[in-house]
Every structure is written in C-alpha cells, then in structure tokens.
Nanobody, 126 residues
Framework: EVQLQASGGGLVQAGGSLRHACTASGISFDDYAMGWFRQAPGKEREGVSF????????YHADSVKGRFTISRDNTKKTVYLQMNSLKPEDTAVYYCAADEGVIQSALRMVRSYDLWGQGTLVTVSS
C-alpha cells in the first residue's frame, strides 16, 4: 500500500524545538521529492521545506530558513523536519507530501504532490 505516515508535532513554547517524521511505504523512495506544507487557520496551505532524493537538493520557505532543517534516512524511507527557534507564527497543521518527478521550482507547490500524510498540529505558545 502506498502511504505516508506522519508523526511529530505538539505544543511548545516560543524558542523551543520539535521534530516531524514522515515515513513512506510502497514507493521508490529514491525517485521522490518529499517535504512539508503547513496550514494555519484561515490561511492557505504553504510549502515549508522539501528535499529531492534524486540529488539531495532542498527548498526552505524564507520564513523558516536558518531555523528548520530537512533530512532523510534512506534505510527507513523517512524524512525528518527539525524545527528550531519556533515562533508563534509557526503554529499550524503540518502535512507531509511526496511525489516523483518534482522539479526544483515546483517543490513548494501543492499541486506538485499526489501523496499526502495525515496532518499533525504544531502549537507554539508565546
């Protein structure tokens, strides 16, 4: 079965850290791009951080550069999002997504992805 299993999220104070994990099954991991979107109440879903397994290239939204790091473990078919120096504006539901053949310029676009994990809530208190 093709699926993404997401974990992580939670409640943290501003300045704290959290880590998301997204484990893929039923896909050729090395051919895919994976990453996270987030959606805050009343806002559109936005691309946060992504990695292409084909060349290890990454994308981070300007709002998270220097604070979020994305990495992967090929043996576990898992991608991790380490979120440091969290801010209240990082509060959102985070969704992992995956697809193959995603070009660099399209990594942050919702329409680039057909495979989605369940959302996990991140709440950052001030």
């Amino acid at each position: 079965e093709v699926q993404l299993q997401a974990s992580g999220g939670g409640l943290v104070q501003a300045g704290g850290s959290l880590r998301h994990a997204c484990t893929a099954s039923g896909i050729s991991f090395d051919d895919y791009a994976m990453g996270w979107f987030r959606q805050a109440p009343g806002k559109e879903r936005e691309g946060v951080s992504f990695i292409k397994m084909t060349d290890d290239s990454t994308y981070h939204a300007d709002s998270v550069k220097g604070r979020f790091t994305i990495s992967r473990d090929n043996t576990k078919k898992t991608v991790y999002l380490q979120m440091n120096s969290l801010k209240p504006e990082d509060t959102a539901v985070y969704y992992c997504a995956a697809d193959e053949g995603v070009i660099q310029s399209a990594l942050r676009m919702v329409r680039s992805y057909d495979l989605w994990g369940q959302g996990t809530l991140v709440t950052v208190s001030s």
